[in-house]
C-alpha cells in the first residue's frame, strides 16, 4: 500500500471548500458559542429596584396551581406577579382568587383573550406590561417555574445604566444529563441567542425568560406590530434596540427558569418557528446564521464527495494507493468538528444543557485525552 503525494484539480478543489467551511465554523464557534463560557456574571448588588412580572394565565390553570407560588414566594423586597387571565375560566379564577388573598403581590388582570385574529399569548403579555406597576417588567410563562428564590434578585441586577432589555436563562429540565437531539436543536438556538447577545449583536431571546424597561416597551408598543404573524419566539430585542449595547444577559445559573409542564406546541412547530424567525428578520446576527447553515451544508455534500472519490480511487489502483490529498481532508474534517463540538459544548456546561451525545466521539478523540493529561499533571506536581 503506498501514498500518493500528487493533488488533481478536483481533489484541489474540495480541500479548498474544505478550509473555506472550515475557517467559517472558527469564526462562528469563536464569535458565538466561545463567548458564553467567559461571559461575566451579573451579581446582584445593593441597589434592588422594584420588579414586576408579568404571566399569561390563559388555560393554564394546572400550571398556575403547581408553579405560580414559587413566583410569589421570591425573596425580593419589592415585586409584583401580574397573571393576565380570562374570568370566564372559573378554575383559574378560583385558583388566583385563593393566592390573590395569601400574597399581596400577586395582581390580577381580567381580559378577553379570546379573539382569533391576534397571537392570544403577545396580547396578554402587552396587556400585562402596561398594568405592571414597576420600570423594570420581566416576562415569563405559566409553564415555567424560577430556579431559586433569588432569580428575581439575579434577573434585576442585569439592568445596569442604560439596559433596555435583558436575556434570561431558561435552564433545560432538571434531571437531564444528557441533551438529546430535539433537545440539541433547542438549546443551540438557545447558544445562538446567548452568543450574539454578548458579541453585540441583539438577535432575540425566549420569551420565557426576558426583561424589558416598561418605557421602552410601551414606546415600540410592545408586541401589538406583530399579533397576526408567525414569527416564532418574541423577537423584540432584535427589531427594535437601537443600540446593541443596550442589551444584557444574565447567565447566572441562580436567574433561570425551568420547565414545570411539557410543552404544547410540537417540535415541528417550534422548528418551523425558528426558521421563519430568521428569514424574518434582517440582522448581522441573521446573516452570520444563515451563513453557517449554507457552510454546513456546503460541507456536508464535499464531505460525501470526497468519500466517494476517495473510495474510487482506493479500489482502482493496484496495488491500493492512498491519497494524500484525502488524509488532508480527514485531518481538518476531524478538527473541525472537535472545534465545533468543544465549543459547544463548553457552552452548553455554561448554561447547564448536560452533555450532547453527538460530540462523544468527539471528546473521547481529543477532549477526554487532554483532561486525563491536566489530573495526571496535577496530581504529580509536573510542570
Known amino acids: 500500500m503506498e501514498v500518493r503525494l500528487t493533488f488533481s484539480t478536483w481533489e484541489i478543489g474540495l480541500l479548498l471548500l474544505l478550509l473555506l467551511c472550515f475557517a467559517q465554523t472558527l469564526k462562528f464557534c469563536?464569535?458565538?458559542?466561545?463567548?458564553i463560557p467567559k461571559a461575566p456574571k451579573n451579581l446582584p448588588g445593593p441597589d434592588k429596584k422594584p420588579v414586576s412580572v408579568v404571566i399569561?394565565?390563559?388555560?393554564?390553570?394546572?400550571?398556575?396551581?403547581?408553579?405560580?407560588?414559587?413566583?410569589?414566594?421570591?425573596?425580593?423586597?419589592?415585586f409584583e406577579i401580574v397573571v393576565v387571565y380570562e374570568k370566564s375560566e372559573e378554575e383559574t379564577h378560583e385558583i388566583l382568587d385563593d393566592l390573590a388573598r395569601k400574597f399581596p403581590q400577586l395582581k390580577l388582570?381580567?381580559?378577553?383573550?379570546?379573539?382569533?385574529?391576534?397571537?392570544?399569548?403577545?396580547?396578554?403579555?402587552?396587556?400585562?406590561?402596561?398594568?405592571?406597576?414597576?420600570?423594570?417588567?420581566?416576562?415569563?410563562?405559566?409553564?415555567?417555574?424560577?430556579?431559586?428564590k433569588q432569580s428575581l434578585d439575579f434577573m434585576q441586577a442585569a439592568f445596569k445604566p442604560g439596559i433596555q432589555a435583558?436575556?434570561?436563562?431558561?435552564?433545560?429540565?432538571?434531571?437531564k444529563k444528557t441533551c438529546g437531539f430535539k433537545q440539541f436543536l433547542r438549546v443551540d438556538k438557545r447558544l445562538q441567542y446567548m452568543g450574539?447577545?454578548?458579541?453585540?449583536?441583539?438577535?432575540?431571546a425566549e420569551?420565557?425568560?426576558?426583561a424589558y424597561r416598561k418605557d421602552f416597551f410601551l414606546d415600540h408598543q410592545g408586541y401589538t406590530q406583530s399579533y397576526a404573524l408567525d414569527t416564532g419566539d418574541f423577537d423584540l430585542l432584535a427589531k427594535h434596540v437601537p443600540d446593541p449595547k443596550a442589551v444584557n444577559v444574565q447567565l447566572?445559573?441562580?436567574?433561570?427558569?425551568?420547565?414545570?409542564?411539557?410543552?404544547?406546541?410540537?417540535?415541528?412547530?417550534t422548528e418551523k418557528q425558528f426558521q421563519n424567525i430568521l428569514s424574518f428578520q434582517r440582522t448581522r446576527a441573521g446573516k452570520q446564521i444563515r451563513l453557517n447553515t449554507l457552510s454546513?451544508?456546503?460541507?456536508?455534500?464535499?464531505?460525501?464527495?470526497?468519500?466517494?472519490?476517495?473510495?474510487?480511487?482506493?479500489?482502482?489502483?493496484?496495488?491500493?494507493?492512498?491519497?494524500?490529498?484525502?488524509?488532508v481532508f480527514f485531518f481538518f474534517s476531524l478538527c473541525k468538528s472537535c472545534i465545533r463540538a468543544v465549543c459547544m459544548q463548553k457552552a452548553g456546561n455554561a448554561v447547564k444543557s448536560g452533555f450532547f451525545w453527538f460530540a462523544l466521539p468527539f471528546y473521547g478523540i481529543l477532549y477526554i485525552p487532554l483532561q486525563l493529561a491536566l489530573m495526571a499533571r496535577e496530581k504529580h506536581g509536573w510542570k
Open 56 to 78: 399569561p394565565g390563559k388555560s393554564h390553570s394546572e400550571a398556575l396551581k403547581k408553579n405560580l407560588e414559587s413566583w410569589l414566594q421570591q425573596e425580593y423586597p419589592c
Open 166 to 175: 435583558v436575556a434570561g436563562l431558561v435552564l433545560p429540565a432538571p434531571g
Open 296 to 327: 454546513e451544508a456546503l460541507y456536508g455534500l464535499c464531505f460525501v464527495g470526497a468519500c466517494t472519490l476517495a473510495g474510487i480511487q482506493f479500489f482502482q489502483t493496484e496495488p491500493s494507493v492512498i491519497p494524500l490529498w484525502f488524509l
Open 109 to 148: 388582570v381580567h381580559a378577553d383573550l379570546g379573539a382569533n385574529f391576534i397571537h392570544e399569548e403577545k396580547f396578554a403579555l402587552s396587556l400585562g406590561v402596561r398594568s405592571a406597576r414597576y420600570e423594570h417588567v420581566i416576562l415569563s410563562s405559566a409553564l415555567f417555574r424560577p430556579v431559586s
Open 207 to 210: 420569551r420565557q425568560w426576558v
Open 30 to 35: 469563536l464569535g458565538v458559542y466561545a463567548r
Open 196 to 204: 450574539f447577545a454578548l458579541s453585540g449583536q441583539a438577535f432575540t
Open 252 to 269: 447566572a445559573p441562580e436567574a433561570g427558569v425551568v420547565p414545570a409542564f411539557p410543552a404544547r406546541e410540537s417540535f415541528l412547530q
